[in-house]
């Protein structure tokens, strides 16, 4: 059966912006096909180009949720639940964003509250390089999904700013979730500067593109350890105040069906709150990345 819905096995599918900022629809795809060399090159060139792409109307079981995602790369397997967690899906890379709960116990993880702005597992040594996350169960309203141009973030930086940047590094917090949840075994308090995680580039240059992008993983207890502290906070607010300008985002209002696609090293996303009466069901997997390159002045450039 042909991966292209309604369409000669001859044509690509449409590529339709969603924003000036970032994101794309690829329409006619069905996902729970095998997909030829052409429509997944078609894929990776559209993923590069805008960042985050959206495919609607999918029917998908998790295994060939998984099947789609490795042909993008090697999968990451699911990274630990909030205690408590009971996740039913009998799979290893299939991760449960859920506030259902099931025998008292929840099936999933991040409950129903606001996710602030964040990149996913930024705070291990090598961060995922993309995440798949496919639609189940959507509240009736709330619940949407924000997403933010990191490349047009440092671009838009003055240059003297660029400039002063660009070898630094930022530690980026492993003892909180970004629903500001803490991790299992670590539940005391941390200080910005006493907090463990993994140490980045604070710009990173992208491996396909050459592009340079902000790294700033989340907020809380960020820090630039190569700066007394005081300075470290007043950088990272600037940055955090400049790289989330409504300029720069394109926000997702999901429907059952819709998985997105976005690329881990320069899209940072957020989620906003919703009823907690209502349920919301999304899988998602995460397409194994590198270790983040520290910035290059040839990526400089503007053009996208």
Same mark, same amino acid.
């Given at each position: 059966?042909?991966?292209?819905?309604?369409?000669? @096995?001859?044509? =690509?599918?449409? &590529?339709?912006?969603?924003?000036?900022?970032? #994101?794309? *629809?690829?329409?006619? $795809?069905?996902?729970?096909?095998?997909?030829?060399?052409?429509?997944?090159?078609?894929?990776?060139?559209?993923?590069?180009?805008?960042?985050?792409?959206?495919?609607?109307?999918?029917?998908?079981?998790?295994?060939?949720?998984?099947?789609?995602?490795?042909?993008?790369?090697?999968?990451?397997?699911?990274?630990?639940?909030?205690?408590?967690?009971?996740?039913?899906?009998?799979?290893?890379?299939?991760?449960?964003?859920?506030?259902?709960?099931?025998?008292?116990?929840?099936?999933?993880?991040?409950?129903?509250?606001?996710?602030?702005?964040?990149?996913?597992?930024?705070?291990?040594?090598?961060?995922?390089?993309?995440? @798949?996350?496919? =639609?189940?169960? &959507?509240?009736?309203?709330?619940?949407?999904? #924000?997403? *933010?141009?990191?490349? $047009?973030?440092?671009?838009?930086?003055?240059?003297?700013?660029?400039?002063?940047?660009?070898?630094?590094?930022?530690?980026?917090?492993?003892?909180?979730?970004?629903?500001?949840?803490?991790?299992?075994?670590?539940?005391?308090?941390?200080?910005?500067?006493?907090?463990?995680?993994?140490?980045?580039?604070?710009?990173?240059?992208?491996?396909?593109?050459?592009?340079?992008?902000?790294?700033?993983?989340?907020?809380?207890?960020?820090?630039?350890?190569?700066?007394?502290?005081?300075?470290s906070e007043e950088l990272l607010d600037q940055l955090w105040a400049h790289a989330t300008s409504p300029q720069f985002t394109w926000h997702q209002q999901w429907k059952v069906g819709d998985l997105v696609l976005w690329d881990n090293r320069c899209v940072m996303h957020r989620r906003d709150a919703f009823d907690g009466k209502e349920r919301r069901i999304?899988?998602?997997?995460?397409?194994?990345?590198?270790?983040?390159?520290?910035?290059?002045?040839?990526?400089?450039?503007?053009?996208?």
């Amino acid at each position: 059966m042909s991966s292209v819905k309604n369409q000669r @096995a001859t044509e =690509a599918p449409p &590529v339709v912006p969603l924003s000036s900022a970032l #994101g794309a *629809d690829i329409v006619g $795809l069905d996902l729970s096909q095998h997909l030829g060399d052409a429509a997944l090159q078609l894929i990776r060139d559209a993923w590069a180009r805008h960042l985050v792409l959206r495919f609607r109307g999918q029917k998908l079981t998790d295994l060939q949720l998984e099947r789609f995602s490795a042909r993008l790369g090697p999968l990451d397997r699911v990274p630990p639940y909030s205690p408590g967690v009971k996740s039913h899906v009998q799979s290893d890379y299939v991760t449960v964003i859920s506030n259902v709960m099931e025998n008292g116990s929840p099936i999933g993880d991040l409950g129903d509250g606001e996710a602030l702005w964040h990149t996913d597992m930024s705070y291990v040594e090598v961060p995922p390089a993309g995440s @798949a996350l496919y =639609a189940l169960e &959507v509240p009736a309203s709330g619940g949407n999904t #924000g997403f *933010d141009n990191m490349y $047009l973030a440092y671009e838009t930086l003055p240059a003297d700013v660029r400039h002063s940047i660009l070898a630094l590094q930022c530690k980026h917090d492993i003892t909180r979730n970004s629903g500001g949840g803490k991790r299992s075994g670590y539940e005391g308090e941390y200080s910005a500067r006493g907090a463990p995680g993994a140490l980045h580039p604070l710009v990173r240059t992208h491996p396909v593109t050459g592009r340079n992008a902000l790294f700033l993983g989340r907020r809380r207890n960020a820090d630039i350890p190569s700066l007394p502290e005081k300075e470290s906070e007043e950088l990272l607010d600037q940055l955090w105040a400049h790289a989330t300008s409504p300029q720069f985002t394109w926000h997702q209002q999901w429907k059952v069906g819709d998985l997105v696609l976005w690329d881990n090293r320069c899209v940072m996303h957020r989620r906003d709150a919703f009823d907690g009466k209502e349920r919301r069901i999304m899988h998602r997997t995460q397409i194994g990345g590198e270790r983040p390159i520290p910035a290059q002045p040839a990526g400089e450039s503007t053009t996208h």
